[in-house]
């Protein structure tokens, strides 16, 4: 029988992206569908911080093996920002074009456009608490380019391609973004411990 895992989000784009990196022998389920149709409160100040924050919610009201991820944008010449504000980085209404927009002028004049997307995923399974880091480098480009993803995909170029995310499809993008590589360190751990 599938070992039947929650991933605590709401955003539809990340839940089909994880679910096609899932192997047979797990059943990917959302917030939604185990009846959860809250916002989790993401009030911590660090990514792993929110991550947990995510983890525990689903850990503590449904008592479900599950994980969490969160992510936040860097960019360098930002210091780092907009990072673990990411979602509100142009405001609370969390806007994805504004704050693709924001970001392109706090950039402009800018000669380092270097970034990475970092993602942390906490897991929440049989009294075990873990997280998995992913990374994925890449540049900021002057101006949105693709309609697949989500986010600030349009603007993102990871190192070594000529594509920014939202011109991938989810397969080509689940397998070098932050968010991929969290997930195969998470099924590399199931694998060997349940
Ligand atoms: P969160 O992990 O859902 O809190 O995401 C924080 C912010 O980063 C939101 O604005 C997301 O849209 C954005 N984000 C998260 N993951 C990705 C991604 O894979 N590509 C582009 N933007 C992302």
Sequence with gaps: MALKLVFATHNQHKFREVKALMPATIELVNLTDIGCFEDIPETADTIEGNAQLKADFVRNHYDLPCFADDTGLEVTALDGAPGVYSARYA????????NMEKL??????????SAQFKTVI????EGKEVMFPGICQGTIIHEPKGDQGFGYDPIFLPEGYDLTFAEM??????KISHRGKAIALLLDYVRNNF
């Design 104 to 113: 392109l002028e706090a950039l402009a004049g800018k000669e380092d456009r």
């Design 91 to 98: 405001g609370p209404k969390k806007d994805a074009i504004a």
């Design 122 to 125: 906490a897991l929440s399974m």
């Design 169 to 174: 499809n989810q397969e080509e993008k689940g």
